[in-house]
């Protein structure tokens, strides 16, 4: 009896030390899986977390460009304008000194030799010209062409508000500019491009 006891014993702690075993390996392979979840579950989220920094840098980065970018346009429409404004106004004071000189005899004698230096510059012949001038211009243009060999005419031009005139000659195909609206006009692109406006 005592053998069969001890038999039965043995048995017992045979079976329950296999079963301690096992629920042994169970909870070391749960407690495994437990923490390669956990390690997965911090990974991802310091993974997520590294991804939002990054694209509220990039955000924070590309806000700060444009208002950069912006305010650098603003200064340059700022200063472009300044220097559209100097331009003007260098413009309007060689305007006014202009239109108070046609008034001069200075201007007279200037006029005369402009005629005098175009028709040198047309060949020999007899080949009529045509002189277009501003409409208060056009008598004094006249007398000074009553010596003139080639067949001639002085007509006013709309074209020419400041002064000046300027010669065709249809059988030379030729035409001379000595109108100060052209002088001006040339004037104002050396100032824009002084000051800068070209180079915007």
């Known amino acids: 009896m005592d053998n069969e006891h001890k038999k039965l014993e043995h048995f017992t702690a045979t079976i329950l030390s296999d079963a301690n075993e096992r629920s042994r390996k169970i909870l070391e392979a749960l407690e495994k899986a437990r923490k390669a979840r956990l390690a997965a579950a911090e990974k991802e989220i310091r993974v997520r977390n590294e991804r939002e920094i990054e694209a509220g840098i990039a955000k924070v980065k590309s806000s700060t460009g ?9 200064n340059k429409r700022e200063l472009f ?13 060689v305007r006014g000194k202009l239109e108070d000189w046609v008034q001069t005899d200075a201007y007279h004698s200037w006029l005369q030799e402009q ?23 056009q008598q004094y243009l006249a007398q000074a062409l009553q010596g003139c060999a080639r067949p001639h005419q ?20 030729m035409a001379v500019d000595c109108t100060l609206d052209s002088s001006f006009g040339d004037l104002r692109e050396h100032i824009a491009e002084y000051i800068g406006l070209r180079l915007e």
């Open 154 to 173: 002085v007509e006013s031009s709309q074209l020419i508000e400041l002064g000046g005139l300027r010669l065709e000659c249809p059988g030379s195909h």
């Open 81 to 93: 304008a300044k220097r559209g404004e100097v331009a003007r106004r260098i413009a309007a004071d």
């Open 115 to 137: 005629l005098a230096a175009a028709l040198e510059q047309l060949p020999q012949g007899s080949q009529g010209v045509t002189v277009y001038c501003r409409e208060q211009d």
């Open 66 to 74: 444009r208002l950069v970018s912006q305010q650098m346009m603003e």
